[in-house]
């Protein structure tokens, strides 16, 4: 039986060769070529906030041209239309973009935040009103 496709196919080398090495790697390009944030976090972080101003430029677009096109009409002045949708688009996806800053917050500390700012179970509550606060029954 061959057992080796469950073997790490990742070996330590002796170190006489690791100059020849890093050339070949630096020739090859290693795997995070071409990206200029190397953390993972911060590079998620980064993404989220570029998803976030896309979405916001989509959105922001499509509301500047459905305001811009009644403006158009109305003013008739077509020169509206661009500067609307430009200005639509810029404007919501800088504050959609800002707004997913937020979500990148670490993970213990929301979990913390919003650990806090729970409130009890409806059936704990109903559990105190009919009990009373010490587990007691209340007398009617």
């Given at each position: 039986?061959?057992?080796?496709?469950?073997?790490?196919?990742?070996y330590e080398s002796?170190?006489?060769?690791?100059?020849?090495?890093?050339?070949q790697e630096r020739?090859?390009?290693?795997?995070?070529?071409?990206?200029?944030?190397?953390?993972?976090?911060?590079?998620?972080?980064?993404?989220?906030?570029?998803?976030?101003?896309?979405?916001?430029?989509?959105?922001?677009g499509c509301f500047?041209?459905?305001?811009?096109?009644?403006?158009?009409?109305?003013?008739?002045?077509?020169?509206?239309?661009?500067?609307?949708?430009?200005?639509?688009?810029?404007?919501?996806?800088?504050?959609?973009?800002?707004?997913?800053?937020?979500?990148?917050?670490?993970?213990?500390?929301?979990?913390?935040?919003?650990?806090?700012?729970?409130?009890?179970?409806?059936?704990?509550?109903?559990?105190?009103?009919?009990?009373?606060?010490?587990?007691?029954?209340?007398?009617?």
């Amino acid at each position: 039986m061959d057992f080796s496709k469950y073997a790490s196919s990742v070996y330590e080398s002796d170190g006489l060769q690791d100059a020849r090495y890093a050339e070949q790697e630096r020739r090859r390009g290693s795997a995070l070529d071409g990206q200029w944030i190397q953390h993972p976090r911060a590079r998620q972080c980064f993404n989220n906030i570029q998803l976030g101003a896309k979405m916001g430029a989509s959105v922001g677009g499509c509301f500047g041209l459905l305001t811009g096109l009644w403006v158009a009409v109305t003013q008739r002045n077509l020169l509206v239309l661009p500067v609307s949708i430009i200005g639509g688009s810029v404007s919501f996806g800088f504050f959609l973009g800002c707004g997913m800053i937020i979500r990148c917050e670490e993970a213990a500390s929301l979990a913390r935040s919003q650990a806090l700012a729970l409130p009890a179970p409806l059936a704990q509550r109903w559990r105190a009103d009919v009990d009373g606060p010490d587990g007691a029954k209340k007398e009617e």
